[in-house]
């Protein structure tokens, strides 16, 4: 299994320069690991209002139970939106903030 260390920087500043459209093979890898953990208490996001807001949320791993909004996590950005949920999961599988 691919595994995401903190000295990897260079891909978290790929990501944050563009966190939306085509990535190297290695910034590749690590969305991989991102994206594919497991459902329970995986960070989402849920589009409030077309075109215009995006909430962050929370999965719970059950069939049928509804997202948990984090209302005072939201953004009119996606790219912002995406940044911030790039930057959990990073601090989820480094152990590390991530102060780009």
């Known amino acids: 299994m691919y595994r995401v260390n903190h000295n990897m920087k260079h891909v978290a500043e790929e990501f944050m320069q563009k966190p939306i459209g085509h990535h190297s093979p290695e910034l590749q890898r690590v969305l991989m690991v991102f994206r594919g953990e497991p459902l329970e208490g995986k960070y989402v996001l849920v589009c409030t209002k077309p075109f215009k807001e995006w909430t962050l949320g929370q999965l719970t791993g059950v069939r049928g139970k509804p997202v948990k909004l984090l209302k005072d996590k939201t953004f009119t950005s996606i790219e912002d939106a995406e940044r911030e949920v790039f930057r959990l999961r990073w ?7 991530l102060n780009l």
Not at 91 to 97: A, F, L, N, S
Request: charged share 45%; aromatic share 14%.
């Open 91 to 97: 601090k989820k599988y480094t152990g590390h903030e």
